[in-house]
């Protein structure tokens, strides 16, 4: 089977401006990495439902529950087959309180040292227009979708 993650794009309307808060991964590996690495919070589930796996990732990732009503979103296939379930939620939240949950990897590889990060290592909230910019192509479809539904271009 293939593996799964679901998580939540909140968004905000912002003056005449729709925004979507994105995530940027933490650990060494994605330090450098912008354009492309930024995500919505999101994680692997197994066994649970797909929506309480979106909401539970979201505050860990997020240190805040999530809070609105849920519009699923169409699920996206990755290019390494996982399957990405998402739900759009309407709602604020100040990047800067932001708390991630953390987790532990051997780093530098083959250093026999280990080292923790944080699961996200920062949060913001982005225009549309850069948000596809930024976001994993893989989830691109998921805004497109949102602007779609909201009638936003």
């Known amino acids: 089977m293939a593996k799964q993650s679901a998580g939540i794009l909140l968004y905000r309307r912002k003056q005449d401006r729709l925004e979507v808060l994105l995530v940027h991964p933490g650990g060494p590996f994605w330090a450098k990495k912008d354009l492309g690495a930024w995500s919505i ?17 979201f505050a860990e990732e997020t240190g805040t529950p999530m809070v609105g009503e849920p519009l699923p979103l169409t699920q996206q296939k990755q290019k390494g087959g996982k399957i990405i ?17 953390t987790f532990e990897m051997e780093w530098p590889p083959k250093s026999g040292k280990k ?11 982005f225009p ?21 539904r909201l009638d936003i271009r």
């Not at 549309?128 to 779609?148: C, R, S």
């Open 128 to 148: 549309t227009k850069v948000a596809l910019k930024k976001i994993n192509q893989g989830q691109a479809a998921f805004i497109h979708e949102l602007m779609d």
């Open 115 to 125: 080292g923790r990060f944080p699961e996200i290592d920062k949060a913001e909230w």
């Open 41 to 57: 919070p999101k994680g692997e589930f197994e066994n649970e439902d797909a929506l309480s796996a979106a909401k539970r990732e």
């Open 85 to 101: 379930y998402a739900w759009a939620v309407e709602g604020d939240l100040n990047p800067k309180e932001i708390r991630s949950n």
